[in-house]
């Protein structure tokens, strides 16, 4: 995956949490629940933020990309 690629999945799915209605139009999949569903991923679960993982070799702006989804997902839900 290219920088440029993995920078602009970050950035979809950070306006997908920060705005989950504006994350889908009527008769659209929603792909951001407060509900667990069968196939979905959980942000928050059992009071513990999901581990986000980068190579520390990777470009500087992955590394910080990384780092920046994880205290924004700190911030909104008050977990690690």
Aim: no cysteine.
């Amino acid at each position: 995956m290219t920088k440029k690629r993995f920078l602009g999945l970050l950035s979809a799915a950070l306006g997908l949490v920060l705005f989950p209605r504006a994350g889908h139009a009527l008769g659209q999949v929603q792909y951001v629940d407060s509900a667990p569903r069968s196939g979905s991923f959980a942000l928050v679960e059992n009071h513990r933020a999901a581990p986000i993982a980068v190579d520390a070799g990777d470009w500087p702006g992955v590394v910080r990309a990384a780092h920046d989804l994880q205290a924004d997902v700190a911030r909104i839900t008050g977990r690690w």
